[in-house]
């Protein structure tokens, strides 16, 4: 079954314990990225990859890091997670990152830093 | 920069009223533009997408949308809506990095 995966699923941490989510998809797909939920303001981007060793800055990279060592994965890094950054956070992907690509998206990860 | 707005933040309905809600975005040149879904708990999933050709995209679940490049608009319709569609639902636009630009969604509530 084509898919997005996260883990974890739901993360509560403390205020500067580094953590990271993983994001794997099994599509082949090239384009990978990754969103920020937050009531009242949507869906905004926060990092994304055009391919393998390529990535960059979405609308909200601070703060985070990623990386793009193999095409189907993508973790999201927290090097000191702060509370602002407590979020629903969702992968995903794409074929090419074209416009008129569908975007696939992973079930989120709920995270709460206290 | 491209934008989206979404004016109606929540809107609750009976089963079997009728549904549209109302996208609006910001760009000037070629756009392609979607409708995502989250019911609770989950992730999105694609409604439907406009690319071009004819304005008025169905999608599934019985959902529709009319792209009126004039007004800028892009609403998803749906003639009766039963309580399974309560949802929170995204109007997004393509951005030119290849991403999503959202709009701040609608919770649609369906009252059996």
């Known amino acids: 079954e084509a898919q997005v995966t996260q883990n974890p699923r739901y993360l509560i941490t403390v205020t500067g314990k580094k953590l990271t989510v993983t994001c794997s998809q099994n599509?082949?797909?090239?384009?990978m990225s990754w969103y920020r939920q937050d009531p009242g303001l949507g869906l905004r981007q926060i990092y994304y990859?055009?391919?393998?060793?390529?990535?960059d800055k979405g609308d909200v990279p601070e703060g985070y890091k990623v990386s793009r060592k193999e095409k189907r994965n993508f973790p999201l890094i927290l090097e000191s997670p702060s509370p602002n950054q407590t979020s629903l956070y969702f992968c995903a992907s794409s074929e090419r990152g074209s416009l008129t690509d569908t975007q696939y998206f992973g079930p989120g990860t709920r995270l709460t830093v206290l | 920069a491209q934008s989206v707005s979404q004016h109606n933040h929540h809107v609750i309905l009976s089963e079997a009223a009728s549904l549209e809600l109302g996208c609006n975005y910001s760009y000037g040149g070629t756009v392609n533009l979607f409708w995502y879904v989250q019911y609770p708990g989950q992730h999105l999933q694609l409604l439907l997408k406009y690319f071009s050709g004819d304005p008025l995209v169905k999608g599934i679940k019985g959902f529709e949308a009319e792209f009126i490049k004039s007004k800028f608009s892009f609403n998803l319709r749906k003639p009766s809506v039963q309580w399974s569609d309560t949802a929170e639902y995204f109007c997004a636009i393509g951005g030119s990095q290849g991403n999503l630009i959202f709009g701040k969604g609608t919770k649609l509530s369906v009252k059996p």
């Open positions: 990859s055009m391919n393998v060793e390529v990535t």
């Open positions: 599509m082949n797909h090239e384009y």
